[in-house]
């Protein structure tokens, strides 16, 4: 598709290139459970609207469409969700007023492929079957290795057993505590800590379905880098510093629950840190791929080396505070930069003059807020996205409506984005929404910071309900626990 019925654009330089998004007409698509991935890249991209499941703003975003619902519903994966919301005829309506053009998602799968192209949407993503195999965990490991960028002492093998296990970790000189991993998961739920035979017992029935990436267990600071690969080289983001397994954030042992993201951090890894993710993005691009990835990173504390964690081949978490620093510092989204690829214009631009653009930033953090109780609960009272202040007390208060997280000016404030709402269920592991704030929010031991701890107490606090008499054998069978 082209931005208009004329010759192919050709844009040299942002200011061409802002242009183009103020003004390119084919409407843009952002579908998924909830806005926020790419929540504020609607203020770049005049044509962008998101179609979400949940109503995070209660109708207030002007760009957010959400079709209506007869109650809470059950999905068993984040695909569902798009593919029920593209099949929905308030959807289909809705695109056929505003018109046919890109649509963008976190995950998809051949449903959702079918019901977008029947709407006469193009996915402006790299193909289903290259993504998932790069997502496999075995995958990461041989491209990151033709890359020269290698991962943390591994081996690829099967075990039906404990022994079978040690063995081949005892030959591979990986030492007697391991980290195992599924070739796919995430936040957490595929990644086992196996210091025992009680250990290998309690997973025993995932671990021996598949092979298995078996790492030695490291001392590490892990961390994440969203990068972009173009035909012109590949860009990249601020370094981010992961928080996991905070038990007052997730109920999840070592799963995902936010990020830190400030330029003092990891100040004598950084440089090699982006190299890494530069040279990963060239050699996906090589291999077909082109636009937004995520480069996870383990920093061993031991002996300082850099190992590569895995690739996340999609829109992600990390995406969010990615786009919002190099946007307000730096002056232009790096998503911008993969809608540039799937776009029919020629583009080209000083990228190194780009990179250099968000070097410099100030700290901020975003929380991801899980259900830690084992409650199940209707909702009958939540607190609304918007602008929240902190008094000394740890007592928060709501300032306002807002759709910018912009406008946070200071530590004491932070923009709350709702996921699960009034009449919706709640569950073990549930995403009750994310905070950001403009502040750090674990130190450099690996703490969690009071003031992320109250943040999410004062937040979760909010939230009310009925209770259910509802029988779940993993929590993520009610719905499934990651919409964001």
């Known amino acids: 598709m082209s931005a208009s019925t004329g010759e192919r654009p050709s844009l040299r330089g942002l200011s061409e290139i802002y242009r183009f998004f103020r003004e390119n007409p084919i409407p843009i698509y952002f579908v998924s459970p909830t806005a926020y991935n790419l929540l504020g890249l609607d203020d770049w991209v005049s044509s962008l609207r998101y179609i979400c499941y949940f109503d995070s703003f209660d109708g207030a975003h002007d760009h957010v469409f959400v079709p209506p619902h007869a109650g809470p519903r059950e999905f068993e994966t984040f695909e569902s969700v798009n593919t029920y919301l593209l099949g929905h005829k308030a959807v289909q309506d809705y695109v056929a007023q505003r018109g046919q053009g890109f649509v963008l998602f976190v995950m998809f799968d051949a449903e959702t492929e079918r019901l977008a192209d029947e709407l006469g949407l193009a996915i402006a993503l790299p193909p289903r079957e290259l993504r998932e195999r790069i997502d496999s965990k075995i995958e990461t490991t041989r491209l990151g290795n033709e890359a020269g960028v290698p991962s943390a002492p591994n081996i690829l093998a099967r075990a039906t057993s404990y022994e079978e296990l040690i063995a081949a970790a005892d030959a591979a000189g990986l030492g007697r505590r391991l980290v195992v991993q599924l070739p796919y998961g995430d936040s957490g739920r595929t ?222 404030e932070a923009f709350y984005l709702r996921v699960y709402g009034v009449n919706e269920y709640r569950y073990p592991g549930a995403d009750l929404g994310v905070v950001l704030v403009r502040d750090r929010m674990q130190t450099a031991e690996r703490e969690l910071m009071p003031q992320a701890a109250a943040w999410a107490r004062a937040i979760t606090g909010q939230f009310s309900g009925t209770s259910v008499a509802v029988e779940i054998a993993q929590p993520e069978t009610l719905l499934y626990g990651k919409w964001l």
């Not at 799963?255 to 890494?276: K, T």
Request: hydrophobic share 40%; glycine share 10%.
């Open 191 to 412: 990644t086992f800590f196996i210091d025992s035979a009680e250990d290998w017992a309690e997973h025993a029935d995932a671990l021996v379905v598949d092979e298995l990436k078996v790492m030695k267990n490291i001392r590490h600071l892990p961390g994440t880098v969203e990068a972009c690969a173009t035909r012109h080289g590949t860009l990249v983001g601020p370094v981010q510093v992961d928080l996991t397994g905070f038990e007052e954030l997730t109920p999840y042992k070592g799963g995902w629950c936010g990020n830190d993201c400030a330029p003092i951090s990891l100040a004598g890894n950084q440089g090699q840190i982006r190299e890494m993710a530069r040279k990963l993005g060239d050699r996906l691009y090589a291999e077909g791929y082109r636009g937004v990835f995520c480069m996870d990173y383990l920093i061993d504390l031991d002996d300082g080396m850099v190992y590569l964690g895995e690739i996340n081949p999609r829109i992600s978490g990390a995406s969010p505070l990615t786009n919002l620093i190099t946007s307000r510092y730096g002056g232009v989204p790096l998503f911008l930069f993969h809608l540039l690829e799937f776009m029919d214009v020629d583009w080209e631009c000083d990228l190194a003059a780009i990179q250099e653009r968000w070097r410099d930033f100030d700290r901020w953090s975003q929380l991801v807020l899980k259900q830690t109780t084992d409650d199940v609960e209707i909702i009958t009272h939540a607190p609304a996205s918007g602008l929240w202040r902190m008094s000394e007390d740890g007592s928060i208060s709501f300032v306002r409506m807002e759709t910018d997280w912009h406008n946070v000016t200071g530590s004491d």
